[in-house]
T-cell receptor
Framework: GAVVSQHPSRVICKSGTSVKIECRSL??????MFWYRQFPKQSLMLMAT?????????EQGVEKDKFLINHASLTLSTLTVTSAHPEDSSFYIC????????????FGPGTRLTVT | AQSVTQPDIHITVSEGASLELRCNYS??????LFWYVQSPGQGLQLLLK??????LVQGIKGFEAEFKRSQSSFNLRKPSVHWSDAAEYFC?????????????FGTGTRLQVTL
């Protein structure tokens, strides 16, 4: 149990286009999901906290207009990178906090974004 | 502000040898401490976690970690390393508020295992 999926696992897009990444909790409901970003050979940095039915809370320095987060249901949160640039190329990982186990969070497998 | 330091960027050990990965944290309140492992191109797998109780925590894959409040450390250990343990290891700290919250990660330690 407690599986989190991300789609796509890899995506290549052209500079200036937008790309959407989905984070799904497959076997549990999640009121809260977290979005992290990981640069090559570096640590994970929290980008934002996504709460179902409300606006996401962004960390300092993260452009909310560039990284649009939508948490429309208890099993799905999406991250849309708008007007992507090569510097947005990164590994994006989400985690989900189960409604029934609020002290836990489970990580997805990540999405590799490459902007050309 | 909370922070995590993993002083060793890269460690190489022989298969069968013991392993200790260091983690020091800075946190103003009671910390919730984690160790995760990440294989190349993959997400994170939780090895173990600690909030309270016995300061020696057992995790999966034969790993354990010891919480030492006086040293602000939460080092990860394994008595005998297997080649499949080669991966990136992250220590993380978060607030214990009764609900899982955002985590602050260390910079990671890359473990290489030689045969």
């Amino acid at each position: 149990g407690a599986v989190v999926s991300q789609h796509p696992s890899r995506v290549i897009c052209k500079s200036g286009t937008s790309v959407k990444i989905e984070c799904r909790s497959l076997d549990f409901q999640a009121t809260t999901m977290f979005w992290y970003r990981q640069f090559p050979k570096q640590s994970l940095m929290l980008m934002a906290t996504s709460n179902e039915g409300s606006k996401a809370t962004y960390e300092q320095g993260v452009e909310k207009d560039k990284f649009l987060i939508n948490h429309a249901s208890l099993t799905l949160s999406t991250l849309t990178v708008t007007s992507a640039h090569p510097e947005d190329s990164s590994f994006y990982i989400c985690s989900a906090r189960p409604l029934a186990e609020p002290y836990e969070q489970y990580f997805g497998p990540g999405t590799r974004l490459t902007v050309t | 502000a909370q922070s995590v330091t993993q002083p060793d960027i890269h460690i190489t050990v022989s298969e069968g040898a013991s392993l200790e990965l260091r983690c020091n944290y800075s946190y103003g309140a009671t910390p919730y401490l984690f160790w995760y492992v990440q294989s190349p191109g993959q997400g994170l797998q939780l090895l173990l976690k600690y909030f309270s109780g016995d300061t020696l925590v057992q995790g999966i894959k034969g790993f354990e970690a010891e919480f030492k409040r006086s040293q602000s450390s939460f080092n990860l250990r394994k008595p005998s390393v297997h080649w499949s343990d080669a991966a990136e290891y992250f220590c993380a700290v978060g607030p214990y508020t009764g609900t899982a919250s955002k985590l602050t990660f260390g910079t990671g330690t890359r473990l290489q295992v030689t045969l």
